[in-house]
């Protein structure tokens, strides 16, 4: 006989999912209703649009919800990158919680000697990042520069897959001091990112583990939702509470975005829990490969940056491509 399907509002379901989202939404409505900010819709309802399709592809992939919203703010919009960033932050402290909320509630499998070293390295990067080094990047520059690592990364990530058809693990291995700190340096280095655009920490770890330890995609992709919902709050926190520099602006998209991305994460992280690890490997090709473009064709870049996307771009393929060979041995033939 075949065992009986678990009821899908469990206790503890109705407790990490259903409650919060319940809340979530009285809240805002209540707030929207008593401040007469339901107008807002109709000068920034194309975030909310955006957001539908931005807080699904936070679920369910690395990249993280400001992978879509900050591209479209700065490029397509033409809005203030700062502001674009803040409001990632903000966005994602929300619907990236609730996806990680999903993944608890429904224990999807994570990689937790993952989470937690590439954690406590997230919350010096992204402060440091705030204070030290984001007010000083240039947009044209910082954008063009991300876009072209992590197009690297999409290569390399496609050559093992595709290519030399490397299996993938589901559990890291035990960990040197060595290997503890290198991935601590990771978090600091993604948080930094994180600072600057309002998400990076995701796909930095994802990267490493992925491609240094071969860490399957559909165990690295819940673990980097929850490490991108972490370092968004902390993010949210600190430009809204300790800097103050969260712009009326930014608070008017997080506002009208708020009610599709309680939504839209837990669904990303629903999908991506049932297809295998090539479908969530393939969707972020193509993400990666959408950003890239979208960046040449918005900014139109310069001879001198092209150039310096080209040295970018060159640098990371001989970085990741170098970065399997000092993992653990893997087999070949992959497991789909």
């Given at each position: 006989?075949?065992?009986?399907?678990?009821?899908?509002?469990?206790?503890?379901?109705?407790?990490?999912?259903?409650?919060?989202?319940?809340?979530?939404?009285?809240v805002w409505t209540v707030f929207m209703t008593t401040t007469d900010r339901w107008g807002l819709f109709w000068t920034y309802g194309f975030m909310t649009i955006?957001?539908?399709f931005g807080s699904i592809v936070a679920g369910a992939s690395s990249e993280g919800g400001g992978a879509v919203a900050y591209p479209v703010m700065t490029l397509l919009f033409e809005i203030d990158p700062s502001v674009a960033r803040n409001f990632s932050l903000a966005i994602q402290s929300v619907g990236m919680t609730a996806a990680s909320l999903y993944i608890v509630a429904k224990r999807i499998r994570i990689e937790t000697t993952y989470l937690w070293l590439v954690a406590a390295g997230g919350v010096p990067g992204m402060i440091g990042g705030t204070y030290l080094v984001a007010p000083y990047v240039p947009p044209?520059?910082?954008?063009?520069?991300?876009?072209?690592?992590?197009?690297?990364?999409?290569l390399a990530l496609y050559t093992i897959n595709h290519v030399e058809e490397q299996d993938a693990t589901s559990t890291l291995p035990a960990l040197s001091i060595g290997q503890k700190a290198e991935m601590i340096g990771v978090g600091v280095f993604g948080g930094l990112l994180s600072a600057i655009f309002g998400n990076g920490i995701d796909i930095c770890s994802f990267?490493?583990?992925?491609?240094?330890?071969?860490?399957?995609?559909?165990?690295?992709t819940p673990t980097s939702v929850i490490l991108m919902a972490s370092n968004a709050v902390l993010g949210f926190v600190l430009h809204g509470a300790v800097l103050q520099d969260m712009t009326l602006e930014a608070y008017n998209?997080?506002?009208?975005?708020?009610?599709?991305?309680?939504?839209?994460?837990?669904?990303?992280?629903?999908?991506?829990?049932?297809?295998?690890?090539?479908?969530?490997?393939?969707?972020?090709?193509?993400?990666?490969?959408v950003q890239f473009v979208t960046a040449l064709w918005i900014i139109q870049p310069s001879w001198m940056l092209l150039g310096v996307s080209a040295a970018v771009f060159t640098l990371g393929m001989g970085l990741f491509f170098q970065l399997p060979k000092y993992g653990p041995a893997v087999a070949s033939g992959g497991r789909r």
């Open positions: 006989m075949l065992p009986r399907p678990r009821p899908p509002w469990t206790p503890r379901y109705v407790l990490l999912v259903a409650l919060p989202i319940a809340v979530t939404l009285l955006t957001m539908v044209a520059y910082a954008k063009m520069m991300f876009v072209s690592f992590w197009l690297s990364y999409g990267a490493f583990v992925t491609l240094k330890y071969r860490l399957s995609e559909k165990v690295a998209f997080w506002w009208v975005s708020i009610p599709v991305v309680v939504f839209g994460a837990p669904l990303g992280a629903y999908v991506v829990s049932l297809v295998p690890r090539l479908y969530i490997a393939t969707l972020l090709y193509t993400i990666i490969g």
